[in-house]
């Protein structure tokens, strides 16, 4: 059993290395390989052999470094060489799909954001090749290398199997998005919870960069968090996101997609707050929400101004959110909370209803370090599939299968 074990746990060994040899590249280039090896607690030999390879590859090249003050000869450094690799980001939200051209460095190249009905007849999965489809045939004249798809969506999701269990606002019942696609492309196929990927962004590139420990809520059509402990998603190898959403809040309330009543989605997303606001205008006349169109901006601006209805209602939603959120840092003791959510534009009756709530309801020793900002990203556009594509050359994953063509 060890002589047949001993092959997987040598390449799974050899992936690791790379991916520790990428990041630091990718994080601290240009570096020498002497500083590679003491980074990476490497032998020099084998960073010499892995280093080779990444430049057989083209994903990594040489360039001369000069220490400050040294007049000797420069030495040679690694850096990353992203522009002529690219993959494809694709974000599904509700009505409309989002799909990103993106260099290794993470950079835009070029994204369109197109309708996505949800009453046509048509499958979700055949709809969504479609587009994708479409996508490369628009912009095959900029397109390199394409390396993977990343694809982020709301649902109840297997991240490893890439099948779609269950979305909101689509009719799924267990899409295999991830095998069909990769099958229809021929490249690999990264699948995850938008409020997860949307998470791992922040931690990679965003406000919570740098940050060991980070809950990130998110309150928008779907709510959700993302837990980040010791500096990994939670849950990364499997359905990643904290549910949140699906916590009861209410066992008579409303039903929820998932078959529950009551849950802190059917209170907290966006739709609920603008139909609990529409409701509660019958009897507030006096708000100056009526004689205009009622969306989460306007909803905001209003409390903003001062508006009891708006303010009471962005009010209701801080203090349900903030009491999941005490159960949570009670059990992960975050050293930041990051709220993503349009009611951003009113985080400063949103934030503070929040904290106050996580602090009267959770350990002072854990709460009273702990801080709520906003993410630095907002919940639009293919950013978030980009920290898949990242995250898997940073754990080796993809950056394997580039280095063996």
């Not at 969306?295 to 009891?308: F, I, K, P």
């Not at 840092?329 to 975050?334: E, G, I, T």
């Amino acid at each position: 059993m060890v002589a047949d074990s001993q092959p997987g746990h040598i390449d799974q060994i050899k992936q690791t290395n790379a991916g520790v040899v990428y990041r630091l590249i990718d994080r601290h280039g240009p570096v020498s390989r002497i500083d590679l090896s003491r980074l990476a607690q490497l032998a020099p030999a084998s960073i010499t052999k892995i280093v080779r390879e990444m430049l057989e590859a083209h994903l990594v090249q040489e360039t001369e470094i000069q220490d400050p003050g040294s007049r000797g000869r420069p030495a040679v450094g690694l850096m990353v060489e992203t522009e002529a690799w690219h993959y494809l980001s694709v974000r599904i939200n509700r009505g409309e799909i989002s799909l990103g051209l993106h260099d290794l460095s993470s950079q835009l190249i070029v994204e369109d954001t197109v309708s996505l009905p949800l009453d046509d007849p048509n499958p979700l999965l055949s709809r969504v090749i479609s587009q994708v489809d479409q996508f490369f045939i628009r912009h095959q004249h900029r397109l390199e290398r394409l390396t993977a798809i990343a694809i982020t969506l709301p649902g109840i999701i297997d991240t490893v199997k890439g099948i779609v269990h269950r979305m909101p606002f689509y009719d799924v019942c267990d899409m295999p998005l991830g095998e069909e696609l990769e099958n229809h492309t021929g490249v690999p196929v990264f699948i995850q919870h938008d409020i997860s990927a949307w998470t791992m962004a922040e931690g990679l590139f965003g406000a919570s960069r740098g940050a060991r420990d980070v809950i990130q809520v998110v309150i928008d059509h779907n709510v959700g968090a993302g837990v980040i402990t010791d500096g990994r998603l939670l849950h990364a190898g499997s359905s990643s996101l904290v549910e949140i959403g699906h916590t009861q809040v209410d066992p008579y309330g409303k039903r929820c997609y998932c078959g529950n009543h009551g849950c802190l989605e059917t209170i907290a997303s966006i739709e609920s707050i603008l139909e609990l606001a529409q409701q509660r205008m019958n009897q507030s006349m006096g708000s100056m929400l009526h004689g205009q169109p009622l969306t989460v901006e306007s909803l905001c601006d209003a409390a903003l101004q001062g508006d009891l209805l708006a303010k009471d209602i962005i009010l209701g939603v801080g203090i349900n959110v903030g009491r999941i959120l005490a159960i949570m840092v009670n059990l992960f003791n975050p050293q930041v909370i990051l709220i993503g959510s349009p009611l951003n534009r009113a985080a400063e009756i949103l934030h503070p209803a929040i904290t106050s709530c996580i602090r009267q309801q959770s350990l002072p020793a854990y709460s009273q370090h702990m801080v709520v900002e906003s993410t630095q990203y907002n919940h639009r556009g293919t950013m978030a599939g980009a920290a898949l594509v990242k995250d898997a050359m940073y754990n080796g994953s993809l950056l394997i299968r580039l280095l063996q063509g």
